[in-house]
C-alpha cells in the first residue's frame, strides 16, 4: 500500500536529499556554535550547579518578595 502511493508522488527522491542537507546544515551550525562559544560562559554554567551561593541568592530574592 504504501510503496505504490510512493510510487505515485512526483519527485519523491528530492526528499531524502532535502531532508540530508537540512540535517547536515543544523550538525555544522551546532559546530560551529561549540567551537565560537566563549570557555569563561562555558565554565560559568559548568559551576552553576554546585555554586552554593546562587541557590541561597535566589532563596534570599523570593524570600524578600513575600
Known amino acids: 500500500m504504501y510503496k505504490e ?3 505515485s508522488i512526483d519527485n519523491i ?3 531524502p536529499v532535502i ?3 537540512i540535517f547536515f546544515l543544523f550538525f ?3 559546530l560551529w556554535y561549540v567551537f565560537t562559544t566563549d570557555s569563561k ?3 560559568h554554567m559548568k559551576q ?3 555554586d ?3 541557590v541561597n541568592d535566589t532563596t534570599e ?3 524578600e518578595r513575600l
Open 5 to 7: 502511493i510512493l510510487q
Open 13 to 15: 527522491a528530492i526528499w
Open 19 to 21: 531532508s540530508f542537507v
Open 28 to 30: 555544522l551550525c551546532l
Open 41 to 43: 560562559f562555558i565554565d
Open 48 to 50: 552553576m550547579p554546585m
Open 52 to 54: 552554593d551561593l546562587a
Open 61 to 63: 530574592l523570593k524570600t
